[in-house]
């Protein structure tokens, strides 16, 4: 299967955004997804686990879900910082085999 | 603190071939399965390969099978990617990072800070 994201999305600081990813096939539910966030320059690093578990250190302003209507996951940041700017990707597997979504560029302006 | 910190890249004629390794601390590295992923220029992520704590069990994407070979030496905490036959389109960062448990890497844990490979004559 594939995990479709929008190739970019911006909102203003201090508003909520959310970025959606969207599995071609197979219930989303099936295999847990995650999010990493990569700074340019920088390795990803994870914001969401297991669809909506935050890693100690990551602010609640970060928060994941899964929706079986529409066979996608999202990630929604509020009260945007000019620090959350980057490349978001969300990443799920089966037997084995990691996939991730194409990413999307959070512009904070 | 888990670390992983790769080496080995640098530049390559195509056809080649490159030993990527990550080197391992602060964790009971034999208890963790590990993944290779590459992100080529300005591009995604790209999962290449993964390997069981163990060694015993390893998994290729489709861009890698037949020209890569992934192995650990647990006794030096080390991962390593072996890559030959090396193509234009391999040119990438590639990272290393650590799975959930043995047997599993559906989330990925943390990551090295990539070892950047071009191949290129």
């Known amino acids: 299967f594939m995990l479709t994201q929008p190739h970019s999305v911006s909102e203003s600081p201090g508003k909520t955004v959310t970025i959606s990813c969207t599995r071609s096939s197979g219930s989303i539910a099936s295999n847990y997804v995650q999010w990493y966030q990569q700074r340019p320059g920088s390795s990803p690093t994870t914001v969401i686990y297991?669809?909506?578990?935050?890693p100690s250190g990551v602010p609640d302003r970060f928060s994941g879900s899964i929706d079986s209507s529409s066979n996608s996951a999202s990630l929604t940041i509020s009260g945007l910082k000019t620090e959350d700017e980057a490349d978001y990707y969300c990443?799920?597997?089966?037997?084995?085999?990691?996939?991730f979504g194409g990413g999307t560029k959070l512009t904070v302006l | 603190e888990v670390q992983l910190l790769e080496s080995g890249g640098g530049l390559v004629q195509p056809g080649g071939s490159l030993r990527l390794s990550c080197a391992a601390s602060?964790?009971?590295?034999?208890?963790?399965?590990l993944t290779w992923v590459r992100q080529a220029p300005g591009k995604g992520l790209e999962w290449v390969s993964g390997i069981s704590g163990s060694g015993s069990s390893t998994y290729y994407a489709a861009s890698a099978k037949g020209r890569f070979t992934i192995s650990r030496d647990n006794s030096k905490n080390t991962l390593y990617l072996q890559m030959n036959s090396l193509r234009a389109e391999d040119t990438a960062v590639y990272f290393c990072?650590?799975?959930?448990?043995?047997?599993?890497?559906?989330?990925?844990?943390?990551w090295g800070q990539g070892t950047l490979v071009t191949v290129s004559s």
């Open positions: 602060g964790f009971t590295f034999s208890s963790y399965a």
């Open positions: 990072a650590k799975g959930v448990d043995s047997g599993s890497y559906y989330w990925l844990d943390p």
């Open positions: 990443q799920s597997y089966y037997t084995s085999i990691v996939l």
């Open positions: 297991e669809h909506n578990q935050r």
